[in-house]
């Protein structure tokens, strides 16, 4: 068993081509939003295929036509009746890859599923990582770049800490982190490559068979030892709960974040003025990721499926109709926000539905929050005078469709 | 159902019980801009925030 001591500097990471993924998973598009924009301004509510930019989507013409929804009371609307907008739509493709997880349940099954895995994600319990664990790993990645003065922050950084981060709160040994940054890559793109993304959800699941067994031997002070032995009302998880739940963390927990933060350093390195504020005041790093995740939030669409005839909007729904949540276009809403294409993290308004609403409402948010305070607080001690530095043509815009973040950042800094 | 929103912008106000119910510690704690936040916040719409009669 290891202790979270373990340096990680040790392990090279994975050779990873972000643009190779962002192409094929994300969707080639630069920027969706005003699109978006010119749709919910006609209604807050589609039916019907719509295009974005990367083609209607012709996959339903034997089924009820989908549902687009684009307004932020909509989506919130929707978000919280999820006795007529069932979460059973995810029991497709990702059941099959994951396993049978939270994302797919509705009430009452999933309130008590959610109920035995939640103690272990509220922000007080998480404290305890903060300083020992999520710093040491972001500091490790900072030693291999810093005295270079220049560095593409998502390949040296943002790629690398949140797989880092969860493979230490699974308390993984540090020697077992080269393949499980390979099998997070593998099931995280599993729609580039299906057969490559099942071999590694069997793999997992051997995997975490023999480290479930281990803990159980032995416990120690992890989240797979605090899973296996978790019981509410005398409830327990169930081998197989588990491991869907921990594959589930792959795809949930460190795609999302390592989109996330580099959006924010994207949306700070755009914006120099905000960016100096936070360097000086570090809390302002807290306001700053709401921010982002309304403005670029890394997952744009989520999705329900109807269960009976209905109308939102004055739009009528029918029963067995895909709805797709855009919570992109939501989180732009120009009747909501004021200057709603625009990174501010001044705001005032800091609702948002980046992380979905209602009870799926993300249950790893006070993690990502935590984690990315903590890398960009650690980036910020560690290098001064950050600024954009691309080679000529280099592109390092945000991209994607349904998940969006930079595909580099190219940077350069003086080390402090 | 405990998603700790409430805590995360509001910390000395409301906090979660070991059942994931919210606790509302200090309702006068946190200023009414940092209430406002947790109350929009809420991804149950559990909170309302009201003022109290300044005379009361």
Known sequence: MSTFADAVTTEEPVPFDPFELQDTVAGNVVDPYPKMAELLAESPVHVGPVDLGAGADPSFSDRPPPVTVFGFDE????????????????????????????????????????????????SKVLERWEAGLVRSVVDGLIDRFVDRG??????????????????????????????????????????????????????????????????????????ISELVA???????????????????????????????????????????????????????????FEEVVRWEPPVTVILRRATRDTELAGVPVQAGA??????????????????????????????????GFGVHVCLGMHLARMETRVALDTLFDRVADLRFDPEPGQDYHIHGLAFRSPLALPVAFTAR | ?????????????????????????DPDADDEEQLRVAAEGCPVGAITVTRADPAG
């Open chain 1, 322 to 355: 895909d709805v797709a949540l855009l919570l992109g276009a939501a989180n732009r809403d120009a009747r909501k926000y004021e200057h709603p294409d625009q990174f501010d993290l001044f705001r005032s308004s800091r609702q948002h539905v980046g992380f």
């Open chain 1, 75 to 122: 989506c919130v609307a929707v978000l919280k009746d999820n006795e007529t907008y069932s979460s059973t739509v995810y029991e497709g493709v990702v059941g099959e890859v994951m396993g049978r997880t939270i994302l797919q349940m509705d009430e009452p099954e999933h309130r008590m599923a959610r109920a035995l895995v939640a103690p272990a994600f509220r």
């Open chain 1, 230 to 288: 978790v019981e509410v009302d005398g409830e327990r998880l169930t081998d197989e709960e588990i491991y869907s739940f921990l594959r589930l963390l792959l795809p949930a927990g460190v795609e999302t974040t390592y989109r996330a933060s580099g959006s924010l350093l994207y949306g700070l390195l755009t914006n120099p003025d905000q960016l100096q504020a936070v360097v000086e005041d570090r809390e302002l790093l807290v306001p700053a």
């Open chain 1, 150 to 223: 220049r560095a593409d922050l998502v390949r040296d950084l943002t790629f690398n800490f949140p797989v880092q981060v969860i493979a230490r709160i699974l308390g993984l040994p540090g020697s077992d982190f080269p393949r499980f940054q390979r099998w997070a890559i593998e099931i995280t793109s599993v729609a580039t490559n299906w057969e490559r993304g099942v071999a590694a959800s069997a793999d997992l699941r051997d995997y975490f068979a023999n480290v479930m067994a281990e803990r159980r031997a032995s416990p120690d002070d992890d989240l």
């Open chain 2, 1 to 25: 159902m405990g998603s700790g929103n409430c805590h995360f912008w509001a910390a000395t106000t409301f906090d979660l019980g070991d059942d994931g119910r919210v606790v509302v510690l």
